[in-house]
């Protein structure tokens, strides 16, 4: 395949995957912007007043980077385990086997996809925050750099949990039982100093912390980690997905008989 | 131009094992042809789909050979000279006719105008174009089974796989689909063909392999196969009644009813006979047609319990 057909096979995958979103908008865009105004409206406007302010700002200000980064992390993550599982389930996966798009670009077009979901809903996310907060943004870059890695870190990962997973319990299995206490514990909602030692030391084990620590520091300028020690995590976990992604799928693991 | 230049496809010493040690396929070898309209018959279990998933490159080989136009099969080269209809509908239900079309010109790296101009084709010539809008789980059976012919055509292919294409599809729509995957053929496309229509191999086909148990019984002409058949059983319509005893019947005819009678022949042995004694006896014959088609007969030789003893027996298989 030359570059240019290349180019127009990742297109062709993009495409579908993007159109397969806005399709069922009332499943892939509709809850995150739901379940993100009742929690600007509760932390924002019921309780975030009687709360006091987080390293020098509001409860609400707080919340809204780590409540962006969760809508986009869980997007992009459902977004490709569940389009990816169920091209395996009707087996139209086989579409892409049988083409001569080499591995690293199915990885590519699927993880892109889960991009552009999770970067989509993350901006209706912003954009509903607009309605309870002013935007603070301290260094545009780095919210860029932080917000697109880990949609593609979460978008890879939820290729890995459609290539590995054989029922459909398989794919909600991982985002409750280990993204959500993840999310929830990666210190969306508080400020880890706020922890004790022994729980703040077990909290840096937890990638999301230095997530939502780098995407909030892009915003307001506070951290509790190191930023750039974020970024090499986020880093380290894109590469090795990626990597790990198109040797399974190369090998054909659960794809191929 | 030597032969392996010649050939579309070559497999040679193919071995499958799958989990579980069921062993699908236990080095099998033949090639195909360019411009061949080849026949891979088997029971249902006997490696056909095995064979062809490796040759398109859904299956991982355990050992041996399978080449594309000198390719080795599952490359990217390979790929691209594939066009495979598979046993099961593998498209998203939830896409429309088009799109499915439209999206897999573009896993092949077709510009998105030509693919449009290429599905209206196909969608026309298979009569689809009125569809192009529905969602795949809005088509019948028949429906389904020519989308996935156009899917597979819309990179034009030089090999055309076809996994029993007209599997549950009615007569009218199964001559249609022949008609059309005869004229490709004529074109210069080559096809393998699986099918449990044996008539249909028969009629289409000019060469011929039957796998069963994962080992190739056969791979010959499939004039020269169906010249193998020792015996053939007819049916004679007659005018007038018969009767089932010795006077009223040529020796050797089954009474089946009052008008018809069947009679079997040996290989090389004339019909004129069986006319001539029938004329003796004041019967006029109205119509004669064979029971079994002579594929049938061989296939069911081949691979039913009779055909396996034989194998064992005299371990030969047919060859050309």
Not at chain 1, 9 to 37: N, Y
Not at chain 1, 137 to 160: D, E, K, M, P, Q
Not at chain 1, 229 to 251: A, F, H, N, Q, S
Not at chain 2, 41 to 52: Q, V, W
Request: hydrophobic share 45%.
């Amino acid at each position: 395949m030359r570059a240019a057909q290349q180019w127009r096979a990742f297109l062709t995958l993009l495409g579908k995957e993007v159109g397969r979103v806005f399709r069922i908008w009332t499943q892939t865009l509709l809850p995150s912007a739901i379940t993100m105004t009742l929690y600007f409206v509760i932390f924002g406007s019921f309780i975030g007043d009687r709360i006091q302010d987080m390293q020098g700002h509001s409860y609400v200000a707080f919340i809204v980077p780590g409540l962006i980064m969760m809508a986009v992390l869980t997007n992009s993550y459902a977004n490709v385990s569940s389009s990816f599982f169920g091209n395996k389930f009707q087996k139209s996966i086989e579409e892409l086997l049988v083409s001569p798009m080499p591995s690293w670009l199915i990885v590519a077009g699927y993880t892109a996809g889960g991009m552009a979901r999770g970067l989509i809903v993350g901006a209706i996310v912003t954009a509903i925050s607009l309605f309870f907060v002013p935007l603070q943004v301290h260094a545009w870059s780095v919210i860029v750099v932080f917000v697109v890695l880990t949609s593609a870190v979460f978008s890879l990962a939820g290729l890995l949990n459609g290539i590995y997973a054989r029922k459909f319990d398989d794919v909600s299995i991982v985002p409750t039982f280990v993204l959500t206490p993840l999310t929830y514990l990666g210190g969306v909602f508080y400020s880890v100093t706020l922890l004790p030692l022994v729980w703040q030391q077990i909290s840096r084990l937890n990638p999301i912390l230095y997530m939502v620590n780098g995407f909030r520091y892009g915003f307001l300028g506070i951290s509790d980690v190191p930023v750039a020690g974020g970024l090499m995590i986020l880093i380290t976990l894109c590469l090795g997905l990626l990597v790990l992604d198109v040797y399974l799928i190369e090998k054909g693991v659960r794809l191929k008989s | 131009m030597s032969e392996t230049a010649e050939a579309a496809l070559e497999i040679t010493d193919l071995r499958k094992t799958y989990p579980g040690g069921v062993v699908a396929l236990d080095g099998i070898s033949f090639s195909v042809l360019k411009g061949d309209f080849f026949a891979l018959l088997g029971p249902n279990g006997a490696g056909k789909s095995t064979t062809m998933g490796i040759v398109s490159g859904l299956v991982v080989r355990g050992s041996g050979l399978a080449r594309v136009f000198g390719h080795d099969a599952g490359s990217v080269e390979a790929k691209s000279c594939i066009g495979l209809v598979p046993q099961e509908f593998n498209f998203s239900i939830f896409e429309k006719v088009e799109d499915i079309l439209v999206q897999q010109a573009g896993y092949f790296g077709m510009p998105r105008r030509y693919a449009l101009g290429r599905s209206e084709t196909l969608l026309k010539k298979l009569g689809l174009w009125e569809k192009r809008h529905a969602q795949g789980l809005k088509l019948s059976g028949g429906m389904k089974r020519k989308l996935l012919i156009a899917r597979a055509l819309m990179h034009e292919p030089r090999l055309l796989v076809l996994d029993e294409p007209t599997a549950g599809v009615d007569v009218e729509t199964r001559r249609s689909m022949w008609e059309f995957i005869t004229t490709l053929n004529k074109a210069g496309t080559t096809i393998i063909l699986s099918t449990h229509y044996l008539e249909e191999a028969e009629q289409l086909c000019k060469n011929i392999a039957i796998i069963d148990n994962g080992t190739i019984l056969a791979d010959t002409n499939m004039r020269d196969f169906l010249r193998t058949v020792a015996r053939e059983t007819y049916v004679l319509d007659i005018e007038q009644k018969v009767t089932d005893d010795a006077s009223g019947r040529p020796s050797g005819a089954v009474v089946v009813d009052e008008h018809t009678l069947e009679v079997t022949v040996a290989k090389g042995e004339g019909l004129n006979t069986i006319f001539k004694s029938l004329d003796k006896k004041g019967l006029t014959v109205l119509g004669c047609r064979a029971k079994q088609n002579r594929l049938e007969q061989l296939f069911v030789g081949m691979t039913g319990e009779n055909g396996k003893e034989a194998k064992t027996g005299s371990g030969d298989k047919v060859s050309a």
